[in-house]
């Protein structure tokens, strides 16, 4: 099955402790991105990939970092997380402009 | 900069009725697609419909349509026979290529509660 398989799906965790949220995709697609969603703002693009190798910045990239090692996978890191990243996270794959998201991740930082 | 509005946040509709939820961009670039994504409480995202900015023709996906208008950069999505399952977050989006790249722009969202 087609899939962006994203972990955890719910996350507590306490400012300053660093995190990670995997991202993996079967679909061989090029394009991945990151997302946060916020009541009243929609979703606001972190990251993306063009490709292996080949990330850049969105709207909102300020505290998160992303690595693309593999075509697969795309994993979204906090290094010092802030209560104002409180929020839910999609990964997304793309082909033909058309996102393929993951099931979003919840997370809360304390 | 790109922006994507929606200025409906919320809005209900009867059951059966028809809906139209309504998005508005602005660009200055000329080739980019347009998208509608639907939310349900699963929070699942499921795209709705899509429309490149070169064709003409409204896309259409069974009960779900657009009414595109490129010049006033209006893209919105009409809902027929609305049914419970239509209750979501819709949300519409926007992509833009430039320079070998792209980046999505998405509005804040429009939620829609089909009443029985």
């Known amino acids: 099955e087609a899939q962006v398989t994203q972990n955890p799906r719910y996350l507590i965790t306490v400012t300053g402790k660093k995190l990670t949220v995997t991202c993996s995709q079967n679909?061989?697609?090029?394009?991945m991105s990151w997302y946060r969603q916020d009541p009243g703002l929609g979703l606001r693009q972190i990251y993306y990939s063009m490709n292996v190798e080949v990330t850049d910045k969105g709207d909102v990239p300020e505290g998160y970092k992303v690595s693309r090692k593999e075509k697969r996978n795309f994993p979204l890191i906090l290094e010092s997380p802030s209560p104002n990243q409180t929020s839910l996270y999609f990964c997304a794959s793309s082909i033909a402009g058309e996102l393929f998201f993951g099931e979003g991740s919840r997370l809360t930082v304390l | 900069a790109q922006t994507v509005t929606q200025s409906q946040p919320e809005m209900s509709v009867q059951e059966a009725e028809t809906v139209t939820l309504s998005c508005t961009y602005d660009t200055s670039e000329n080739n980019y697609y347009l998208f509608w994504y639907k939310q349900p409480p699963s929070r699942q995202m499921i795209l709705v419909i899509r429309q490149e900015a070169y064709k003409q023709q409204n896309a259409t996906e069974n009960r779900f349509s657009v009414n595109f208008q490129k010049a006033a950069k209006s893209f919105s999505l009409k809902i027929s026979d609305s049914q419970l399952g239509d209750t979501a977050m819709y949300f519409c989006?926007?992509?833009?290529?430039?320079?070998?790249?792209?980046?999505?722009?998405f509005g804040t969202g429009t939620r829609l509660k089909v009443l029985a």
């Open positions: 679909m061989n697609h090029e394009y």
């Open positions: 989006a926007f992509i833009h290529f430039t320079s070998g790249t792209y980046k999505y722009i």
